[in-house]
């Protein structure tokens, strides 16, 4: 999935805003999804190696968020479920890891 301009900018803020209401260090988050806070900042800029990244990510962050009981920011374009998009490595996206 390409995304305008607009639409990056938006995922970008989205993924940082949902970071942030985690207060999960970028250390934890890296931690947690076995690769490094370079790679996470990177992911949360959409500067990915995998298109399903932002999706782990999302995943990620939405599951601490809920886990803390704070309802995430709502996503503009990673919305539903990741299986609706035919394109995406379910599997990858499943494992959860962005080492």
Known sequence: MS???IE???TRQELRANYERSGLSLDQVATDLE??????????DLNVVHIEEPWILRNYLNDSLLDQGVTPVPYSRLKGE???YWFLNQQRIEQGILG
């Open 3 to 5: 995304l305008k301009e």
């Open 8 to 10: 990056r900018t938006n």
């Open 35 to 44: 690769t490094t806070p370079t790679h996470v900042e990177d992911v949360m």
């Open 82 to 84: 990741p299986s609706e």
